[in-house]
Each structure stands twice: as structure tokens, then as C-alpha cells.
């Protein structure tokens, strides 16, 4: 509209043509002369109007109501005026839409802005927990690098004092031995001066009494001499009278040539006949010479002990892991051999043959006997050290031993204790011509599975055994030491054994008694410091905790005593230990699990 007034917007000039019109109307009604005659009344109205409009310059109300009367009279005056409407509120419409447009850009721009906020704070909180998290493994590694660091010294300590306790250990042993070595050679000085004394001794009195033996040797060989003269002198005169008369009679000569020869044939036929009798004898009813122990009745025992040869035939057949402890899966496949050799005797099968190695004293014996019992077998012990010293008899003797376990009714269960003393590779240097001789005796007689008698050996090396062995040996079980179940369930069955039994039977005066203490406790505590030693060696420790117990003043067990016990066995072991290691270190293992 500013092209049409002629003035700017900053001025204030109505802004519709309909309003311009109306203040020029009511200035032209009060002077129709013209916009001059209502001076007076301008001024009036402009003194009355405030100050602001003081400074107001009417020139261009005039310009503007004379282009407006210029305009009514034009042709066009309506359509400009129309146009002029429509630019106005198409102006209006577009400041509007500015005013839209910049009240959405400022709430966009809040939008953003609380966006962007919620973005850094946002941002601030993951910062925060991820610094956190930081912190917290920070602390986490801290702390495990500390318990580290404390279980490495503990560790350290520990082992110190390890150290330090062998180390003691040693010096005592080392003070022992030579406490034990210098008592022997002062015995042996002491001996050796004595001995010395004797023989000097001796040395003066034979020297003083030399003359007197020498006359009284003289006079008894004199009074011998005198008297094998005299007796050769008679029997020469009695033997000639009666070999005169003898040969001067014909029917005495007869008679005695008769009579010695009646002699020589009754002497030889009783000679043989006692020998195949006592064969046969000794083929059924006695017990060969290598078996050490034996529970089948001969002749000879069933005379000496009926009593216990009766109770013998009534003892029944008993499970045949019963009082010995073994380890849970060594027990299950123990008791399925057991079951499968009474199973095989009962249906008159063939017997298997066993192979049991591993460390001594770990329950291979006993096994065997408690088997030939279960099973219904007899039982034989021999040992392999017993068969060298035979030398050439020991072919024989082997054959004795499987011929009378060839005759054994209920079948035999044949043990052979230390089998690597005398199985031994023969390809070997070490190994006579005997006792190559009594191996190859052997292995022929155990060629085939017998219905009659079944093998079981026992060795503590069996990487020694000779090859040919192999075929013979069905099955191989393997012993072990036991682990500290095992050793706690034996501490607890020899403690009960040897001292509880002793505590509550027997006279009053021989009863011992027991300290009182938690011993379920002391028990694991004996089992795990007890690690190597076999169940022979815990069941010494019984004994000699009852030994220990008998020896004391007042008869009572005590926890220093236990302890004692238990620290002399240990040491005892390592003592083993160390001798093994200077004869043959490959089989340290068996006696040390932890080498």
C-alpha cells in the first residue's frame, strides 16, 4: 500500500483505503473549501492528541486523500481497490504464515533443544555407568590380584616350612645313624677285646696243660691198641672154627645160599613197593614241598587236628571281598571275577587264569584266599623265592605241585606269591640253567586251561615276567594303593580292631583304655596325612598303636601317642622310599604315588 499513499509503514497511516476515506470525509464535511477550512479544528485535535503524534506531518494526508480522489474518479478505482484488498491480506496472510513458520521453527528449536538435552544427559549417564563399571573391575582385579597374592605367600610359607620340617626330619635321621653306627663300633671294639682276652686266655692254659695231654693221649692209645689186638685176636680165632665147620657141611652151605637170596628178592621187592606206594601216597594225600599254606585236608592233618578239619568241611562259602577295603571300582570288577569261578565251578568248567600286581601290601593274598573260599576252591600258597634254592629238584617239585593239584575234588585254587622271583624272562643272564629248567616245567604244565585247578599270580613287577606268560594269564587286575577313603575306612577298622576290642574285652587288669577325643575327626586327619602306605603298613600302625598303649604307665591311648605312631610310620615309608630309589629307582612308584 506504501506505493499507493506515498508514505512509509513505520508512519501511522490507516491501513485499509475505507479508513483513509472516512478521516478525509469528516475533514472535507467541516470546510467544503477544501481540507483548509478545517484547520482550526486540526489543530485542535492535534493539540489534544498525545505527544507522539505531535510530529506527525499531515502533508501526506493530503497527498494520500487527493491521489484518493484522483483514484474514485478513475475507471478502474474499484478493481485497484480490490487488488489493493487482496495484496494487503495476502501480505497479512503471509506475515501470519511467517509468524506460523517462525513459531514452529522455535518449537522445533525447543524440540531440538530438549532433545539434545535429554541426549547429554543420556550420554552423561552411560558415561557414568560405563566409568563404574570401569571401577568396579578396577576393584574386582584388585582384589583377586591380592587373594593371589596371598595364596602365593601361603603358598611360599608353606612351603618353607616343608622345607624346614625335612631338613629337621634329615638332621635326625643323619644323628640317629650316626648315634646307631658308633654304638655298633664300640660292640664291635668291645667284642673284639673280649674275643681277644678269651683266645689269650685259652692260648696260656693250653700252653701249661700241654705236657698232661700229651701223656694222656699216649696211655689211651696204648690201651686201644692193646684192646683191637686182643678183639681181632679172638674174632679171628671164632671166625676161622666156624667158617672150618661151615665149609665141612654141605647142607649148611646150601641152606644159607638159599636163605640170602629169599633175602635179596623180599629186600627189593619191598624197596619198590614202598616207593610206589609212598608216590602215590604223597600224589594224593601229602602236601608238596614248595606249598607253604594250603586249605585242603590231608591224611596227616585230618589225624593231628580232626576238630579243625570237621569245622573246615562246614564252613560255607563267603563273599569273597568281605573285610577287605578296596577302591569302588576295583571292588566291582573283583566281585564279578569271584562270581564268574563259582559260576565256572559249579557247572564244571574251565577255570581262568589271573595275574594281580602292584605295590605289596595291598590286598592280592588275601584276595586270593578270600576267592578259593567264595568260589568253594582249596587254596595253595607257594612263592617264587623258594623255588631257586631247589636247583635241580625244582623241575620234580613243580611237577609234584600240579599233579596233586590235578587230584584235588573240589578243584584248587593254585597262589603264586612273588611270581617275578622265579618267572623272570628267561632271555635274561641272571637266570641258571635250573631255574630255566623249573620255569619251562612250569609253563608246560600250564599250556592248557584245566578243569582241576585254576592259576592266580601276584608280582610287584610284572614288566620282569617272561612272555611265554602272556598266554597263559586270562585276566590282569591291577592294585593299587589306597586313596584316602580307603586309608580312612582302615584306619578306622584296625583302631577298632586293636584298640576298642582291646578296651572292652579281655581280663580288667589287661583292658587298656582310650583318651578322650574326637577321633572321627582324627581319623581323616591320619588318612590324609598317611598318603602311600599301603593297607599292610596302616594295619602295623594299629598294632603298634596297641603296643604303644601296653608299653605306657597308665595303659592309655592318647593323641600324642596316635601322633607318634603315625610320624615313625611315615618316616619309616620315606626311609623305604629312599632304599628303593638306590636299588631299583623304575619301581619308586609303587611304594611313592607321588614320584
Known sequence: MSWIFGVNKEQAVPQNFEQMMAQGGGAGAGAPGGAGGNNNNNDNKESSKPKAWSNFDPSGLERAAKAARQLD????AKDALDLARMQESTKQMEHQKELKEYEQNMARLELDKTRLMHEERRKTLSEETKHANQR????DQLARKRYDDQLTQQQRMNEDNLAKQEESVKKQEAMRRATVEHEASLRHTNEMKKLDAKMKAQGAIERENKDIRNEQIKLQAKEHRETVLESLKTAGSILGTGITN????????????????????????????????????????????????????????????????AKRL?????????????????????????????????????????????????????????????????????????????????????????????????????????????LRRRSTEHISEDLRSTLNAFLYRTGESSRKFMMVLASNQPDQLDWALSNRIDEVVEFNLPTIEEREQLVRRYFEEYILNAATRGWRSQRIKVEDFDFTAKCREIAERTEGLSGREIAKLGIAWQASTYASAEGILTREILDARVEDMISQHKQKVEWLKEDSPENVSYLDPKI
Do not use: C
Open 73 to 76: 474518479g478513475a475507471k478502474h
Open 136 to 139: 568396579a573391575q578396577f576393584q
Open 246 to 309: 661151615f665149609l665141612s657141611d654141605w647142607d649148611k652151605i646150601s641152606s644159607t645160599v638159599a636163605g640170602l637170596s629169599l633175602l635179596a628178592v623180599g629186600v627189593y621187592a619191598a624197596k619198590m613197593g614202598t616207593g610206589v606206594t609212598a608216590r602215590f601216597v604223597e600224589a594224593r594225600l601229602g602236601k608238596p614241598s614248595l606249598v607253604r599254606d594250603t586249605s585242603r585236608l590231608t591224611l596227616f592233618t585230618t589225624l593231628r587236628h580232626p576238630i579243625k578239619a
Open 314 to 422: 562246614l564252613v560255607k562259602p563267603e563273599d569273597a571281598l568281605k573285610g577287605i577295603i578296596l577302591e569302588p571300582k576295583l571292588n566291582l570288577r573283583l566281585h564279578e571275577v569271584a562270581l564268574s569261578t563259582a559260576n565256572t565251578r559249579a557247572n564244571n568248567g574251565m577255570y581262568r587264569n589271573l595275574l594281580l600286581y602292584g605295590p605289596p601290601g595291598t590286598g592280592k593274598t588275601m584276595f586270593a584266599k578270600s576267592l578259593a573260599h567264595h568260589s568253594g576252591l582249596d587254596y595253595a600258597i607257594m612263592t617264587g623265592g623258594d623255588v631257586a634254592p631247589m636247583g635241580r629238584d625244582g623241575v620234580t617239585a613243580m611237577h609234584k605241585i600240579f599233579d596233586w593239584a590235578s587230584t584235588s575234588r573240589r578243584g584248587l585254587l593254585l597262589f603264586v606269591d612273588e611270581a617275578d622271583a622265579f
